[in-house]
Nanobody, 126 residues
Framework: QVQLVESGGGLVQTGGSLRLSCAASGRTFSRYAMGWFRQAPGKEREFVTGITWNGRNTRYADSVKGRFTISRDNAKNTVYLQMNSLKPEDTAVYYC???????????????????WGQGTQVTVSS
């Protein structure tokens, strides 16, 4: 069982930056691939980025490539999402998720993930 708690969301102006954190409980965090998803009002949840259990591979949605960076610190049981050059269309609730099958690639479908956090709101004003 893994419990995930996101933090770091807030209100930022267009072009600004935020860093989200997702803290995981338990001693097996390093076994899980981690992903970030987001859901805007009236829209379906979408994959943003993910990182494999060993940190060797990452994957990004085209809409955030070059602006967002995912990283993990297994010693702190935490995954981060650095978001730069934020746009109003990045406004959403951001969720982190954990997937535990030791894949070499990053899963991008939500139903491939086993555990989810409660989400943190990111609002980008124009």
């Amino acid at each position: 069982q893994v419990q995930l708690v996101e933090s770091g969301g807030g209100l930022v102006q267009t072009g600004g930056s935020l860093r989200l954190s997702c803290a995981a409980s338990g001693r097996t965090f390093s076994r899980y691939a981690m992903g970030w998803f987001r859901q805007a009002p009236g829209k379906e949840r979408e994959f943003v980025t993910g990182i494999t259990w060993n940190g060797r591979n990452t994957r990004y949605a085209d809409s955030v490539k070059g602006r967002f960076t995912i990283s993990r610190d297994n010693a702190k049981n935490t995954v981060y999402l650095q978001m730069n050059s934020l746009k109003p269309e990045d406004t959403a609730v951001y969720y982190c998720a954990a997937e535990g099958s030791f894949r070499v690639e990053v899963p991008s479908a939500g139903d491939e993930y086993d555990y989810w956090g409660q989400g943190t709101q990111v609002t980008v004003s124009s």
